[in-house]
């Protein structure tokens, strides 16, 4: 039983315009929620966070939106740059708890220049 | 050291073997986090410490692996009778003990098992 769900495996998005990450996590328990970012032989960066008592943060060309009645989260990157190609995850746990990170299975993103 | 380390950085072993697998946390963090990646696949959760103990080993695939953690510190997580399914990067993570801080990942141990 999958908790946190990227629906999709890849995005391709021309230099310079917005890219949208989706996310969607089925246990209401969770509040805090990550996305990290993997290149190839690396492992996972952390990026941004946000905690279920806010619905947006943001930082620099990143924003992290979270809709916490549709138990769904999204991050944009505007503008997108060739560098930002990589792989996307979205991860999510209880804030209140020593409770492990549950990651979803990533996106990849290509930016084209 | 300044991250999370692991090593090695690559394993490759004869199917049946068995290896150890060993991540140093970043200093001072109590939360230490097993996870790997098949290829093609996302991150799958394996084992959490918090300290030397271990709440939740509901990610280990079977009884063949089996992780430790001595002085709150470092981790090795071992593979007994390797099978060629258990190939995959091997990635450690610590956290501090604040309760929502990220975690920090290590480079991975790219596990190969001809």
């Known amino acids: 039983d999958q908790q946190v769900k990227q629906n999709s495996p890849s995005l391709s998005v021309q230099e310079g315009r917005i890219s949208i990450l989706n996310c969607d996590y089925t246990n209401s328990m969770f509040d805090y929620f990550l996305w990290y970012k993997k290149y190839p032989a690396e492992g996972p960066t952390f990026l941004i966070s946000i905690s279920s008592i806010k619905d947006k943060n943001e930082d620099g060309r990143f924003t992290v939106f979270l809709n916490k009645s549709a138990k769904h989260l999204s991050l944009h990157i505007v503008p997108s740059q060739p560098g930002d190609s990589a792989v996307y995850f979205c991860a999510a746990k209880r804030k209140t708890s020593y409770d492990k990170v549950i990651f979803g299975p990533g996106t990849s993103l290509s930016v084209i220049p | 050291g300044a991250g999370v380390s692991q090593s090695p950085s690559n394993k490759v072993t004869e199917k049946g073997k068995d290896v150890e697998l060993r991540c140093d946390p970043i200093?001072?963090?109590?939360?230490l986090y097993w996870y790997r990646q098949s290829l093609g696949q996302g991150l799958e959760f394996l084992i959490y410490?918090?300290?030397?103990?271990?709440?939740?080993k509901s990610g280990l695939p079977s009884d063949r692996f089996s992780a430790e953690r001595t002085g709150g510190s470092v981790s090795t997580l071992t593979i007994q009778r390797t099978q060629q399914e258990d190939s995959a990067v091997y990635l450690c993570a610590s956290s501090s003990n604040r309760l929502n801080t990220e975690a920090f990942f290590g480079q991975g141990t790219r596990l190969t098992v001809v």
């Open positions: 200093s001072g963090h109590t939360a």
């Open positions: 410490f918090q300290g030397n103990s271990a709440p939740d």
